[in-house]
């Protein structure tokens, strides 16, 4: 059965419509005393246009596909395997400072195994040719990454340490200043590199590498730390550059 859309003449939308008629060489049903009937008014609104919306947020491009930081997947047995194993020493070097001692991590063949996987995981097949470790526990979680994600590394290092010709960049303390040094050569401009250090805290010593490879030419992609402190804000510190960390301290 099909249904009739009358408009009468007093509502607004009429106005808008334009008719027309079937001619009889279009007439589809016959009368009963001869002749033929057309087939009902066409109603069209004029100047119509059809719009399209933009396409819905692919899967690849909504925040619930895009990498999350370890250190809030509750789903991953392996973070708080880690965590454990970090101990914590209070008033070392001074007082009011709550040492974060990875070197029971490293006791734990199993948790130390798991926390370079979990770097591994995220940055195989990222395209990047050089892992910087900074001196001196980047230098023990470095080298393991970047011998399975197939790329070189380059150790940054504390003034007058390095053998060879350096670029060196100062960067700020809590009290005075420091240097970090880099082999001439070592990287290439455009190459992509990820920084990895045992920890973040006020950031500086990350912001120092930054600034040195960028120096160069090389694309910082990430930096990754095994522990952040969050109340010493040092991810603000390194602006828009992506931090990943797998433990936060509380």
Same mark, same amino acid.
């Given at each position: 059965?099909?249904?009739?859309?009358?408009?009468?003449?007093?509502?607004?939308?009429?106005?808008?419509?334009?008719?027309?008629?079937?001619?009889?060489?279009?007439?589809?049903?016959?009368?009963?005393?001869?002749?033929?009937?057309?087939?009902?008014?066409?109603?069209?609104?004029?100047?119509?246009?059809?719009?399209?919306?933009?396409?819905?947020?692919?899967?690849?491009?909504?925040?619930?596909?895009?990498?999350?930081?370890?250190?809030?997947?509750?789903?991953?047995?392996?973070?708080?395997?880690?965590?454990?194993?970090?101990?914590?020493?209070?008033?070392?070097?001074?007082?009011?400072?709550?040492?974060?001692?990875?070197?029971?991590?490293?006791?734990?063949?199993?948790?130390?195994?798991?926390?370079?996987?979990?770097?591994?995981?995220?940055?195989?097949?990222?395209?990047?040719?050089?892992?910087?470790?900074?001196?001196?526990?980047?230098?023990?979680?470095?080298?393991?990454?970047?011998?399975?994600?197939? &790329?070189?590394?380059?150790?940054?290092?504390?003034?007058?340490?390095?053998?060879?010709?350096?670029?060196?960049?100062?960067?700020?303390?809590?009290?005075?200043?420091?240097?970090?040094?880099?082999?001439?050569?070592?990287?290439? &401009?455009?190459?992509?590199?990820?920084?990895?250090?045992?920890?973040?805290?006020?950031?500086?010593?990350?912001?120092?590498?930054?600034?040195?490879?960028?120096?160069?030419?090389?694309?910082?992609?990430?930096?990754?730390?095994?522990?952040?402190?969050?109340?010493?804000?040092?991810?603000?510190?390194?602006?828009?550059?992506?931090?990943?960390?797998?433990?936060?301290?509380?």
């Amino acid at each position: 059965m099909h249904r009739a859309l009358i408009f009468s003449s007093l509502n607004p939308i009429y106005s808008k419509l334009s008719t027309t008629t079937a001619s009889p060489d279009s007439a589809v049903f016959p009368k009963r005393d001869g002749g033929w009937i057309g087939p009902p008014p066409v109603f069209r609104l004029q100047n119509y246009k059809r719009t399209l919306l933009p396409p819905l947020c692919s899967a690849s491009d909504s925040v619930a596909n895009q990498p999350k930081m370890a250190s809030q997947d509750e789903q991953d047995p392996r973070i708080s395997k880690i965590s454990s194993a970090i101990r914590v020493i209070p008033n070392f070097p001074k007082p009011g400072i709550m040492f974060q001692d990875i070197t029971t991590l490293l006791l734990d063949t199993k948790a130390f195994r798991d926390t370079i996987d979990l770097f591994v995981e995220r940055y195989r097949g990222k395209d990047i040719s050089v892992v910087a470790g900074i001196e001196a526990r980047g230098f023990i979680f470095g080298p393991p990454i970047a011998l399975a994600i197939g &790329a070189k590394f380059v150790p940054m290092r504390k003034p007058n340490k390095l053998p060879g010709e350096v670029i060196s960049e100062e960067y700020s303390l809590e009290y005075g200043t420091d240097i970090m040094e880099m082999h001439v050569g070592a990287v290439q &401009a455009g190459e992509r590199a990820l920084i990895i250090d045992d920890l973040i805290a006020t950031g500086g010593t990350l912001c120092a590498a930054i600034k040195l490879l960028e120096r160069v030419g090389v694309h910082v992609v990430e930096c990754a730390c095994v522990i952040e402190l969050p109340e010493l804000k040092g991810r603000e510190r390194l602006g828009d550059k992506p931090l990943f960390v797998l433990v936060s301290s509380t």
